[in-house]
């Protein structure tokens, strides 16, 4: 017997592939899928597959067939990836303010209203129905696609509740009563026929009338169109009810508020949608993705900044919001004579524009004299050269360091600082007697 020591054996690190791949893949079925990803709902999406509209792996989709996590599933166009779904069915609440709309990506840069609700992991919110960007109050999102369509089909009747202030048409002080009868009845709008299910007048004004209305269709800005068909104009509208879901009190405009479960649930319930767990996979759209191509970028001659621009049209997506700015203007002059003369390749004009321009004299500065200035304290200064009630607004930079100076007229630490004669301590708001004078208030 030996006593060599036995050398440790080294095992190699392994990521296990092998075991990960042969874990079981999550199966639903198809419709149940494209329902929970908001498409439609399960019977009109099993009519589509019936009606061979989906692919599953670029092969026509068979009625009652199931899909795995990785498949991948076309409909109207669209790609789609079957993907885990980490997240239960959460609703929230979003009381929308103006300036956002309703989409997630907007071509013109706006704001969306998808940008303040809080980030997801494996799912993503659903706009339960639009308000467009003058319309604020309560907006529905929700992870369960299949209650989203829901609560959006016409054929659910789902209230929407809206407070609209509407102008009276010319030549009327207030909305008439024959009007508010005849939207109770139902007027004719481009899209078919269109009625006020409620409308209850709530308050006025001189100028302006207050009014509750429900409707149960939804369509799109149909409060509006129906008060315009009227010949009244709608001046604010706000969504204060979904179904059962009322916009709270105490929720400020851009937060949200995430409902209880058992709030859900019983949404889900009165909506009479099939009882039982969601359906475990849900559908994440495919980004398509292409190369850019390559930039061409053209100098002048002479190597100016001012006479160079970059061709980037044929750039791919990540480049398409700059390409207002691909063509590089020409800078500005640094005005008419002085030293340097401006920037080279300056902004130029010509025919009767130069010739007006070549034509007209320099204007005098005016002799200011030599005017006084009283000693003391620059505050004092401002209140005596400003007439009173004009607020002279900030002096220097906001955010100046402690001891740096706060404007062209201080003269070291305490110079603009208020009748104390001390300067504000960084970083503390301005009071009474700060800077100069009262404390600003917000605006």
Request: hydrophobic share 30%; charged share 30%.
């Amino acid at each position: 017997m030996s006593d060599t020591p036995r050398k440790p054996s080294l095992n190699k690190l392994s990521l296990k592939r092998e075991s990960a791949s042969e874990q079981p893949k999550l199966e639903e079925r198809l419709h149940k899928v494209l329902a929970q990803a908001g498409l439609g709902s399960r019977r009109a999406l099993e009519q589509r597959i019936a009606d061979g509209l989906v692919k599953v792996n670029g092969e026509v989709a068979q009625t009652g067939q199931s899909i795995k996590s990785g498949d991948k599933v076309e409909l109207d166009g669209r790609g789609f990836v079957a993907t885990a779904l980490t997240e239960t069915s959460r609703v929230l609440a979003y009381n929308k303010p103006e300036g956002e709309v309703t989409t997630r990506e907007d071509p013109e840069g706006r704001p969306t209203v998808f940008e303040a609700l809080p980030a997801l992991k494996g799912a993503r919110w659903i706009a339960i129905g639009r308000l467009d960007i003058n319309t604020t109050g309560l907006l529905l999102a929700t992870t369960d696609g299949e209650l989203a369509n829901a609560m959006m089909h016409p054929s659910y009747e789902v209230e929407r509740e809206y407070v609209v202030r509407v102008r009276a048409p010319e030549g009327e002080e207030k909305v008439p009563d024959s009007i508010v009868d005849r939207l109770a009845r139902g007027v004719a709008l481009e899209d078919g026929p269109a009625k006020f299910d409620e409308i209850e007048r709530i308050g006025g004004t001189d100028s302006h009338d207050w009014f509750r209305v429900v409707v149960k269709e939804g369509r799109n800005r149909e409060v509006r169109r129906l008060w315009e068909s009227q010949g009244c104009q709608v001046s604010r509208l706000k969504r204060t009810r979904y179904g059962k879901v009322s916009l709270p009190r105490e929720l400020l405009r851009g937060q949200s508020v995430e409902l209880p479960a058992k709030q859900v649930e019983a949404l889900r319930a009165e909506l009479k949608l099939e009882e039982g767990a969601p359906s475990a996979l849900t559908l994440q759209p495919v980004i398509g993705q292409r190369r850019a191509a390559k930039t061409t970028v053209r100098v002048s001659r002479d190597g100016g900044r001012g006479n160079a621009y970059v061709n980037g049209h044929n750039s791919a997506d990540e480049g398409r919001e700059l390409r207002r700015f691909d063509n590089v203007r020409e800078e500005r002059g640094r005005g008419r004579g002085g030293k340097g003369g401006g920037f080279k390749g300056g902004l130029t004009v010509s025919g009767e524009a130069a010739a007006k321009q070549s034509q007209r004299p320099f204007k005098a500065r005016p002799d200011k004299g030599n005017r006084a200035l009283p000693e003391g304290n620059p505050a004092a200064f401002r209140s005596w050269y400003v007439p009173d009630g004009v607020s002279t607004g900030p002096s220097g930079h906001r955010n100046a360091g402690p001891g740096a100076a706060r404007g062209p007229g201080a003269r070291g630490p305490g110079a603009g600082a208020g009748a104390g004669g001390q300067g504000r301590p960084y970083g503390k708001p301005k009071g009474p007697g700060g800077a100069g004078g009262p404390g600003r208030g917000s605006y």
